[in-house]
């Protein structure tokens, strides 16, 4: 079974700066999906960025970022100029793209942002 | 189409009873996916659908918990007996096919007292 690992319960960055989250995950497949995605309180989960395991490239959207180690099973989420609305829950998730296709996600890191 | 809809938002019941949720997928989404995520936890999967059958089954779903999704549109979640253990948020998601992203809905929190 798939596992996936966030170490950091809690992180806070200064407005403006940049923070990276770490995520590591354990499977045996070759062809799988990750994803981060954003849970702000009492809020529905969001997509932030997503990554396909056969693609070398980093993928980025706008001020999100990963960087993505296959061979160390380590996928880390880089914020750069962080604002104040990207305070949340951050969850790092892993699909096959196989089968049910379900999401297998960590524990989470709640994200401050210190004005 | 306002996306993922749950109903209730909230629902706060006594131990023992029986509870329903509802789950209304963004529209012509065929598979939708139930999940749980109690506090300080990410969610954890539940069961899956592709139009209305029922799929995969984990093995987190007791047989006090059943779900359905007639005629492939709306999604039921029910739980008999309820335990304080079940208090937690419940999660749908839908998505359109294989490979595309998994939108969420807001959840129903339930409370058993």
């Known amino acids: 079974a798939q596992t996936v690992t966030q170490s950091q319960p809690e992180m806070s960055v200064q407005e403006a700066e940049t923070v990276t989250l770490s995520c590591t995950y354990d499977t045996s497949e070759s062809d799988y999906y990750l994803f981060w995605y954003k849970q702000p309180p009492s809020r529905q989960m969001i997509l932030v960025i997503r990554?396909?395991?056969?693609?070398?490239q980093n993928a980025t959207e706008n001020r999100f970022s990963v960087n993505f180690q296959k061979a160390a099973k380590s996928f880390s989420l880089k914020i750069s100029d962080s604002q104040l609305g990207d305070a949340a829950m951050y969850f790092c998730a892993y699909r096959s793209a196989q089968g049910a296709q379900k999401l297998v996600f960590g524990q989470g890191t709640r994200l401050t942002i210190n004005p | 189409d306002t996306g993922v809809s749950q109903d209730p938002r909230h629902k706060i019941t006594k131990r023992g009873q029986n509870v329903t949720f509802r789950c209304d997928p963004i529209?012509?989404?065929?598979?939708l996916y139930w999940y749980r995520q109690t506090l300080g936890q990410g969610p954890e999967f539940l069961t899956y659908f592709q139009n209305e059958a029922q799929l995969e089954k984990s093995r987190l779903l007791s047989d006090r918990f059943s779900a359905e999704r007639p005629k492939g549109s709306f999604s039921t979640l029910e739980i008999q007996r309820t335990e304080q253990g079940d208090s937690a948020m419940y999660l749908c998601?839908?998505?359109?096919?294989?490979?595309?992203?998994?939108?969420f809905g807001q959840g129903t929190r339930l409370t058993v007292v």
């Open positions: 998601a839908s998505s359109w096919d294989l490979n595309t992203e998994a939108f």
């Open positions: 529209s012509e989404h065929n598979r």
């Open positions: 990554q396909e395991a056969y693609k070398q």
